[in-house]
């Protein structure tokens, strides 16, 4: 083997370029600090509205400081596959997970796009293994890939041969809309016979809407008489590789639609990632695996490599590397980002920034794993033997005899080919077994191994877990980007998800799993369980923000204050903290290459998210918490792609704010109501008279016409029409909450 300093896999990069961030981070907490102390020492001579704008601003403190508890220390790899082959003499074998949950929300084209984009990566075909998890079982999604899995017989080779970089097949035939008049002239025959092969796909999968074709009768029986949430598991090996590496090879393609029954929790994302644990590894059992959502193809075909540079070079320097994040990205994004999901900034943070302490949090999509940690080792597993070892890996994994042997390879790294003649198919038996809805019962899946359950967000639950027991994870952003995704087009789409965020966070927080009780039972480090805190408590910093927003309203009602006088010393303070927390936003943006539009646009909805997503997302989980009710997974819905697009996927129209009746747009639409009234009767004169000279003020003024100015969609809302309206009786229900809003704080004046 060739000397490992030589030929480097990786290069670990303390970031250096962080000096001028660093000072206005230690600026902003210095302001924040005299604020407090301010307020503190004036708080006997004033009246609520200091006392509640001193608990909101020792919020905002505390966040402050958990949020440079993560990114103080940032650190980048720059990894080198061309370094893999003087360095490894056999490239390991992958597991590839795609999970899709609803034909409808999350269209087949998408899934077999992604599929496509997998299946074509720079590896040895004999070393992947492609698994679809449809929890919709959907025939037409089992459909679409059977006839996906005929065109990539076409396409894999044909990436291959002239080097394609964009391996997902409408995005390649979008962007690259005609072939190029001084390529080869061969090259332009085999390019359109792609594209019209492409062409026939879609058409495929357009008509099996209307009618499963009569050719697969055979495998569509499996179907018949089947419902969504209540049906035995189906497992199909669309394709098997009996060509090992050979040239033109493909990858095994499996399609699995695990068990369900209406009795029985599923466990929504998680469940499904653990039924495809257990299947894989009677299948395939590779050593690593990486999981991706339907929508997040494959974007740099060298994706798979960059993730083994870092899974095999820094488990050669012993830092005990348990799963490789790489950051979500969106293609086709609208200019400026107007509906603040790219969330450039937040991968920064989070990616680079815990990667100075134990790693990344894990994001639940795009993400490379290590087999044996996700079963539930440590990175000095002990070891087990004789019949204490059986008896506590049946107690652990499950009373499947074939899977447990697996498990026991896994875990001690006993070496196993993973391409052999029949060997997918002959564990199609033991697969449905471990399929099943009774399977994990009285089990340590979704508890001890497996991905774990208790929270929409199972990713980062997961990840705190594996970080828990001491292991450290990486984050790579390589060039191209590994992943591209489709993001929702905005109004309802994005806010469902991001209330879907909320309320799994909110549930690991308040929850046997917070990160400071775990810190003190396992080896969480305490920055990192600071790390985690920081991310838990996103859902949470929607209570003080908003009331601090509503705080300029109520002392504008009713003549009061919340803010010293523009003449005296002490406004200075909040006005400078004003000021240069938002230059520090935009340094941060423009680091990243997002633009000062951009920059303004995730500012707005960051607002908005609080006065809506994350506000619903609190509230769900204290219903939940009082035993009220029980939080619900919503999928999002996923843009409609097809050959004829050019580049562009359904977005909202012109990047406009869309809206429904949805009750998510009450809140919202209530504050802006509440702000609008408040300025004119501060501009009329209709307040009361103010006692003790505290009067409302002109920074009062501006910061209600701040709200305002960021509430700005919901203001062209009020008067636009069509989904571009906020809808009449949404206006209604918001006009009701700002009355008795009103009333309320006249009735507290005249006290």
Known sequence: MANPIAYPLYEEIYLKHVTVRRILDVIILFLQLSLLIYRFFNLNSQGFTWLLAFLCELWFTIDWIL????????????????????????????????????PVLEPPIITVNTVLSLLAVDYPADKLACYVSDDGCSPITFYSLVEASKFAQLWVPFCKKYNVQLRAPFRYFSVKSTSSSYESLEFQQEWR???????????????????????????????????????????????????????????HLIYISREKRPNLSHHYKAGAMNALTRISGLMTNAPYTLNVDCDMYANNPKTVLHAMCLMLGLKQNERNCAFVQFPQMFYDE???????????????????????????????????HTRRVIYGSSPSHPDINGKLRNEVLEQQFGCSKEFTESVTKTLYGLEQKTFCHGSVLSSIEAAYKVSGCNYELNTGWGNKVGWFYGSATED????????????????????????????????????IQRKRWSTGLLEILFSKHSPIYVALTSKLQFRQSLAYTWILNWAVRCIPELCYAVLPVYCLI?????????????????????????????????????????????????????????????????????????????????????????????????????????????????????????LIMAFLGLQPPAHGGHGAGLLEIMCSMWVVLCFWPFLKGLFGKGKQGIPFLTILKAAGLALIFLHLSMRVSMV
């Open 558 to 678: 009713t003549n009061t204050s919340f803010l010293p006088k523009v003449n005296e010393a002490a406004a200075m303070v909040p006005m400078a903290l004003f000021l240069i927390k938002h230059l520090e936003k935009l340094v941060n943006s423009l680091r990243v290459g997002l633009s000062v539009r951009a920059c303004w646009n995730n500012l707005r909805m960051k607002k908005i998210n609080a006065a809506s997503s994350q506000l619903f997302g609190v509230l769900g989980v204290i219903l939940k918490l009082l035993g009220l009710s029980e939080t619900v997974f919503e999928v999002t819905q996923k843009d409609q792609i097809t050959s004829n697009d050019e580049g562009n996927s359904t977005k909202a129209d012109a990047g406009e704010f869309t809206f429904s009746d949805s009750p998510i747009f009450v809140p919202p639409t209530t504050l802006l109501l509440l702000q609008l009234t408040a």
């Open 193 to 251: 016979k792609m594209k019209d092969e492409y062409e026939k796909l879609c058409q495929k999968m357009e008509e099996a809407h209307k009618l499963v074709p009569s050719d697969l009768s055979a495998d569509y029986e499996a179907f018949k008489d089947i419902k969504s949430k209540n049906h035995p598991s189906i497992i199909k090996v669309i394709w098997e590789n009996k060509k090992g590496f050979a040239e033109g090879a493909l990858p």
């Open 334 to 368: 609208l200019k400026d980002d107007p509906f603040g999901n790219q969330m450039v900034v937040g991968f920064e943070v989070i990616g680079r920034g815990m990667g100075g302490i134990q790693g990344p949090a894990y994001a639940g999509t795009c993400c490379f």
């Open 460 to 495: 980062v639950l997961t990840g705190m877990r594996i970080h828990a027991r001491g292991w450290k994870s990486a984050f790579c952003m390589p060039d191209p980007p590994a992943f591209m995704g489709c993001s929702p087009s905005g109004g309802p789409e994005f806010m």
């Open 67 to 102: 949020t440079l508890c993560t990114i103080w220390t940032p650190i980048d790899y720059k990894t080198h596959p061309d370094h893999l082959i003087k360095q490894v003499a056999e490239l390991p074998a992958v597991d590839m997970f795609v999970t899709t949950a609803d």
